[in-house]
């Protein structure tokens, strides 16, 4: 039973302090009262240290995370066991520090009368409006056990699928980053011995070693400032990229070059149908499921383009005639919405939408990669070749002179 903390007041100018057992909050503030007590402060004994505190601060709760609790969750719920009880168990084989604390709040919430979904909607960072909705849906229908299945199976697609994206970008990430920082020391601090060879028997160097010794020269005298700069840009970008006007200039550029616009609309439709389809299979409204689903799509101009569908839909056109005036929504997405509309199934088709989308994705993330890495290896043989060329021709001038 979780223990509580308490500062109350004994008598006139006289406070106490101690602890007291009790199921919640509310609980323990009526057994300090019937101590004699007035409770001026009342909370929960955790046994956490300074250094769980500092734990709990700079670890984050991953997507990962969230997916296994909600897995638990489920597989509780399935039991037979009541959701307190259930909360209560996950608070006590959590790991993770700030994920056990939500999860006890969570529990805390549901012990004073709220719905899992009301308690849920008060971390938003960790349970988006989609998630909220598929539980406050379940718990209206009573079908909750097959919404937070639903939900981690979602979660798991979404994981996946995301994953897809950033591993197939690593191995050009790492040869971009080894093969800049290598050219980097090279020119810095490598080729500058060799020039004083050279220098020594004045003779005249050819003209790619006279371009590389001026860029050599800067680099050496000016290494700092160019780490500096870039330093500057990188974090110039990042802060750009956090706001609101830097994110839609990115999110459009991303939309004018051709191999990215591709897939970036792949990613966004699989998004789009995944979640509108499990949002309408587990009875949210239309209008409703709209509005979400526009909130979880990441590019900013098609998400603009999801809130006119939802105020084309909520004046009283299909959700076909909405979709068929968008640029960014292909037209095999609007003709299966449609036959989902004829049929009545659009919850059941935008869930296939979604799957074939993401085949598409990782179809289209693996042309990315072919296409990427042959530019990449073309570049650095490009310089590399420069850079032999560079500090050859110097050699084989002064062995022609020697020779001589």
């Known amino acids: 039973m979780p223990r509580f903390r308490y500062v109350a007041r004994k008598g006139p100018g006289e406070n106490v302090e101690g602890t007291v057992e009790a199921e919640s909050q509310r609980v323990a503030v009526a057994r300090i ?36 609790f909600l897995r638990q969750l489920a597989n509780l719920f399935e039991s037979g066991m ?22 006890d709040q969570l529990r805390e919430e549901v012990q004073q009368g709220s719905s899992l979904a009301e308690a849920m909607e008060k971390h938003p960072d960790l349970f988006p409006a989609m998630y909220v909705s598929l539980v406050r ?59 004083r060879i050279f220098e020594d028997f004045n003779a005249q160097l050819p003209l790619p070693t006279r371009i590389l010794m001026g860029f050599s020269d800067f680099m050496g005298a000016w290494w700092w400032a160019v780490l500096i700069a870039l330093a500057g840009g990188v974090a110039g970008l990042f802060r750009a990229w956090r706001t609101e006007g830097g994110r839609r200039y990115f999110d459009a550029v991303f939309l004018r070059i051709p191999v990215l616009r591709t897939l970036v609309i792949k990613y966004e439709m699989a998004k789009f149908a995944r979640t509108l389809g499990t949002l309408l299979d587990n009875g949210v409204p239309i209008l409703t499921a709209l509005q979400i689903t526009g909130e979880t799509i990441s590019n900013r101009w098609i998400r603009d383009e999801i809130l006119t569908i939802h105020q084309a839909v909520r004046d009283g056109e299909s959700l076909s005639e909405a979709l068929r005036r968008c640029i960014h929504f292909p037209p095999m997405v ?64 002064l062995s022609s002179a020697i020779g001589a």
């Open 334 to 397: 609007v003709s299966m919405f449609a036959v989902g509309e004829e049929s009545g199934r659009v919850g059941a088709v935008a869930t296939r939408v979604a799957d074939a989308y993401d085949l598409e994705v990782d179809r289209a993330v693996k042309a990315l990669v072919a296409l990427f890495e042959p530019m990449l290896i073309v570049i650095m043989g490009v310089i590399v070749g420069f850079l032999v060329i560079a500090m050859l021709l110097p050699m084989l001038t």
């Open 33 to 68: 009262r019937e101590l004699g007590y007035f409770p001026l402060k009342v909370e929960e004994d955790t046994g956490e240290t300074s250094r769980d505190l500092l734990r709990e601060k700079l670890q984050r709760i991953s997507i990962k995370d969230r997916n296994v």
């Open 137 to 195: 849906a379940g718990e209206t229908g009573g079908m909750l056990e097959e919404v937070l299945w639903r939900i981690c199976a979602f979660g798991e697609q979404e994981e996946e699928l995301r994953g897809r994206v950033v591993s197939a970008m690593i191995y050009p990430a790492f040869l971009v980053v080894v093969g800049f920082s290598a050219v980097f020391i090279l020119v810095s601090f490598v080729f500058p011995k060799f020039i």
């Open 82 to 103: 009541m959701i307190t009880r259930a909360l209560r168990t996950l608070v006590e084989q959590t790991e993770n520090p700030r994920l056990r604390k939500v999860i």
